[in-house]
C-alpha cells in the first residue's frame, strides 16, 4: 500500500515557476506515475505521466514549460513547471499506477497552484 502527497504549490505570477513534489510511502520506482490537474468547474486532465522505463509524455499545453521526473531513491515524482500562465491555476494531483494496465491506483490529495496575471 502506498500513499502519495503532494506538496510545492502557491501562488505566483505569470511568468513564474514552480516545482511540485510527491511523496510517496512505499517503493514506486517500478510504478508508472503522473502529474493531473482540475480547475474548479472543470473535469480532471493529465498533465505530464513518466514511465516504468523513464519514457516522459506532455499535455500539449504544457509542452516545453514542464518537467517531470522522479528520484526513485527517494521515492519522489517532480514536476517542474516553468513559464506559467493563468490557465494552468488548478488543484494539482499526483497518481501512481502499480500494475500495468490497472490504471490509476493510488492518488494524492493535491496541491493548489494559482497563477495571476
Known amino acids: 500500500q502506498v500513499q502519495l502527497v503532494e506538496s510545492g504549490g502557491g501562488a505566483v505570477q505569470a511568468g513564474g515557476s514552480l516545482r511540485l513534489s510527491c511523496a510517496a510511502s512505499?517503493?514506486?520506482?517500478?510504478?508508472?506515475m503522473g502529474w493531473f490537474r482540475q480547475a474548479s468547474g472543470k473535469e480532471r486532465e493529465g498533465v505530464a505521466v513518466?514511465?516504468?522505463?523513464?519514457?516522459?509524455t506532455y499535455a500539449e499545453s504544457v509542452k516545453g514549460r514542464f518537467t517531470i521526473s522522479k528520484d526513485n531513491a527517494k521515492n519522489t515524482l517532480y514536476l517542474q513547471m516553468d513559464s506559467l500562465k493563468p490557465e494552468d491555476t488548478a488543484m494539482y494531483y499526483c497518481a501512481a499506477e502499480p500494475i500495468a494496465g490497472m490504471g490509476w491506483g493510488y492518488w494524492g490529495q493535491g496541491t493548489q497552484v494559482t497563477v495571476s496575471s
Open positions: 512505499g517503493n514506486t520506482s517500478n510504478y508508472c
Open positions: 513518466i514511465g516504468r522505463g523513464g519514457n516522459t
